[in-house]
Nanobody
Framework: VQLQASGGGLVQAGGSLRLSCAAS????????MGWFRQAPGKEREFVAG????????DYTDSVKGRFGISRDNAKNTVYLQMNSLKFEDTAVYYC??????????????????????WGQGTLVTVSS
């Protein structure tokens, strides 16, 4: 099983990026997926989560109104649209997937240990 994250890069403050995370080796169409990020010297933090149908989403407060998580189950892919990027959004962004089917709990998913599968990370650098 592999989660391949892509779409990171260098962008000016106020700009936009769209991250993708394509899963292979198994389908996650019945599982929650999410995005985390880790800035240098900081712990990995929850950014956004989405349930298996895509009709329940959660965001950390600092990205609400700027980021949008979505998924395409036919493509086994989850996306993170990032708008109005700020310098403090600079981090390595990781996608994650759960194995519990038809389950979603923000109180659990806000923590990295709740996610069994992880992508390799994609670097987002926002210049001020």
């Amino acid at each position: 099983v592999q989660l391949q994250a892509s779409g990171g890069g260098l962008v000016q403050a106020g700009g936009s990026l769209r991250l993708s995370c394509a899963a292979s080796g198994r389908t996650f169409s019945s599982n929650a997926m999410g995005w985390f990020r880790q800035a240098p010297g900081k712990e990995r933090e929850f950014v956004a989560g989405i349930n298996w149908r895509g009709d329940i989403t959660d965001y950390t407060d600092s990205v609400k109104g700027r980021f949008g998580i979505s998924r395409d189950n036919a493509k086994n892919t989850v996306y993170l649209q990032m708008n109005s990027l700020k310098f403090e959004d600079t981090a390595v962004y990781y996608c994650a997937a759960d194995t519990k089917a038809y389950s979603y709990s923000y109180s659990d998913y806000a923590w990295p240990h709740a996610w069994p599968y992880w992508g390799q990370g994609t670097l987002v650098t926002v210049s001020s």
